[in-house]
């Protein structure tokens, strides 16, 4: 099961589940209603391990051994009644406190895993990517709180796990490694690089919240070599 | 400008101003920007791929490259909050727009930053944090839930046991007893961070860098920080190597090189973390005890 959560507005966490069905994927989708909506929410901690439990409304249950691997799309969390704006407030931080936890206890992939300020993954500002990926040997572009940089000829490359795809043009096999390592090190395992090829192939941007459609059918035989991959180790 | 230590914040908030005295103490060469003449000025910063991050704060008719910075100490609060900006859109979306430049540049910059942002995240999920926590310290069993039977069951498992707030909202430590019964319905509006009590002696411990300052609190309160009785004692201990050790890896596991790390040092011989805190208002301790803890940050700053 590829269990996929998100907004029913995000066209491209449907684009996804529908390419997924069509290669024959069994796949769940969860809508944030459901889950802040669910009958039961369970995440333990201790000494002897971690389990989750969560059982919707509708009777599905997304125990935490279920999924091959998750695709996390959520961004907000819907408003749940509240006798003040200060209530409403909390609930929400709370909510969110405990998603991050048990989306992140799961023992499945998760793409990508979320953060308590950013439900959907790792969020940096554009001179954090840059930092990083020239600490990692990327050439990069420049960057300034003035305004960004013009990408002059945007090369886009998706990770997805271990595996990148090269969009439009190819980039170098080093570029790649590079890439493989930012994405372990920030926490992201799916995410596109935008790379500017004006200048040599400089690194430019990326998102942990991609356009999955951009990826094509490569990303979804990436996601479902990823998740067949993870459930044979399994 | 040569090297200097920023600090951000209110002056006037106990933990920035130990560290301000601290630095003038050390005659350590330092800029101190209140945010509430910050909103009132400017902030710019870059990143270039051969020198790296880089900015200007302009506050007060005065320029502060930030290429120069050794190290900061950061305590800025939620812009949209300060008096300075409300009322005024301009002043607000201006506030914003320096605030995201400043972010930038210390999320990238090669100078030391207590703390980064981006390291306060799991502070804002307990059970999350308990998480990473697992692999360095014991966790009290830990249930959230929104689920009564389970509550119930997991009741039925211990002695005691307590609730709080699962995200970083601050919440008194609560013990469960029958008179919540009635008031279970009310997970359904979110699941609530449910606890084994653990018995046993606080200790809090403060890491700046590599060096680590433990006190001992005494107290007969559920949650120590809200004893009304008045007869908390904190009292400063030495704790095990190995648990010095363990809290000074755990700190900078997380990306932080300032935390306030709580330790219950549990009858049953288990050492048992409950949380590290990436903004730890270390005054209290340091007051109590004179452990230098401001004296380290500013050290760090250098």
């Not at chain 1, 590829?2 to 589940?17: C, K, M, Q, S």
């Not at chain 1, 459609?213 to 180790?233: F, H, M, Y």
């Not at chain 2, 697992?134 to 830990?142: E, I, K, L, S």
Request: hydrophobic residues 45%; negative net charge.
């Amino acid at each position: 099961m590829i269990t996929l959560i998100g907004e029913p507005e995000d066209n491209d966490l449907l684009w996804l589940a529908a390419a997924l069905r069509r290669r024959g994927q069994d796949i769940d989708v969860v809508l944030p209603d459901e889950i802040v909506g669910a009958t039961s929410f369970v995440c333990r901690v201790d000494r002897a391990g971690v389990s989750s439990s969560v059982r919707l409304r509708d009777g599905r249950t997304l125990a935490g051994s279920t999924p091959r691997l998750v695709i996390n799309r959520l961004a907000a969390l819907p408003p749940r009644p509240a006798t003040s704006a200060v209530d409403a407030a909390y609930l929400d931080e709370e909510w969110r406190a405990a998603l991050v936890a048990w989306l992140r206890s799961l023992p499945c992939p998760v793409l990508n895993p979320p953060r308590a300020a950013s439900l959907s993954g790792p969020v940096l500002t554009r001179p954090a990517w840059l930092d990083v990926a020239s600490a990692l040997g990327l050439p990069t572009q420049a960057w300034t709180s003035e305004g960004d940089m013009a990408i002059a000829e945007p090369a886009d490359v998706f990770v997805v796990g271990d595996t990148c795809l090269d969009l439009t043009h190819p980039a170098s096999p080093t570029a790649h490694d590079r890439l493989r390592q930012l994405s372990r090190l920030v926490g992201a395992p799916l995410m596109r690089a935008r790379f500017d090829r004006a200048d040599g192939w400089r690194f430019a941007e990326a998102t942990a919240f991609p356009p999955l459609a951009d990826g094509g059918q490569p990303l979804v035989d990436a996601i479902i070599e990823l998740a067949t991959s993870r459930a044979s180790v399994a | 400008m040569s090297g200097f230590a920023l600090v951000l914040g209110l002056p006037n908030e106990p933990p920035l101003a130990a560290v301000i005295r601290e630095l003038v103490k050390m005659a350590m060469p330092h800029v101190v920007v209140d945010q509430r003449h910050l909103v009132s000025g400017d902030a710019r910063s870059w990143w270039t791929p051969d020198d790296g991050a880089g900015g200007v704060i302009s506050v007060d008719g005065v320029e502060i490259p930030l290429g120069d910075v050794t190290g900061v100490y950061t305590r800025l609060t939620g812009w949209s909050q300060l008096p300075e900006v409300a009322g005024s859109p301009d002043r607000l979306a201006h506030a914003g727009r320096l605030h995201h430049a400043l972010e930038g540049w210390m999320e990238s910059t090669g100078a030391r930053v207590i703390n980064r942002t981006s390291a306060n995240d799991s502070n804002n999920s307990k059970p999350y944090q308990a998480l990473i926590i697992r692999d360095h310290f014991d966790v009290p069993a830990t249930l959230v839930t929104n689920d009564a039977d389970a509550v119930l069951a997991f009741r039925d498992e211990f002695p005691r046991i307590i609730y709080k707030s699962a995200s970083g909202e601050r919440s008194i430590v609560t013990p469960f007893t029958d008179a919540d019964l009635d008031r279970l319905p009310l997970l359904a509006s979110a699941p609530v961070q449910f606890q084994e009590f653990v018995s046993g002696l606080d200790v809090r411990v403060h890491v700046v860098g590599p060096d680590v300052f433990a006190s001992a609190v005494e107290s007969s309160a559920v949650d120590y920080r809200y004893d009304a009785s008045g007869q908390a004692r904190i009292t400063a201990c030495q704790v095990p190597y190995d648990v010095a050790a363990g809290c000074v890896a755990l700190t900078r596991r997380l990306g932080l090189e300032l935390s306030g790390i709580d330790l219950r040092f549990a009858d049953d011989g288990r050492v048992v973390c409950f949380e590290v805190n990436p903004s730890p208002a270390y005054i209290v301790y340091e007051d109590e005890t004179g452990q230098p803890i401001a004296a380290a940050i500013a050290r760090r700053l250098g």
